[in-house]
């Protein structure tokens, strides 16, 4: 479904590999307790900004419709992590 999707989009395949890895990268890095708290404001940047692109691109082939948007729950999502993570990593100081 997803291939499908980039192909839609007319994101390049190679476009599609690097983001799939990038999101695993990041996904680790925001789940595993070893890495810093700088490398993790970094992977929240990151992820966010591609889940603001994908909003940008679905908006720019679909136009306005409700599935140009479902990135945008997920943006969401990650921000109420972020404050989270914040409000945790503040008590310990």
Do not use: C
Request: net charge negative; glycine share 8%.
């Amino acid at each position: 479904m997803a291939l499908k999707g980039s192909e839609h989009l007319l994101v390049p395949n190679w476009l599609r590999l690097e983001v799939g890895i990038g999101h695993f990268i990041g996904a680790l890095i925001l789940i595993l307790p070893m890495f810093g708290k700088r490398i993790k404001e970094w992977a929240y940047v990151a992820l966010g900004i591609e889940y603001l692109s994908a909003v940008i691109a679905h908006i720019s082939i679909d136009g306005f419709v409700a599935d140009s948007f479902f990135p945008l729950v997920i943006f969401a999502i990650l921000l109420v992590s972020y404050i989270y993570y914040h409000k945790l990593t503040d008590q310990d100081n």
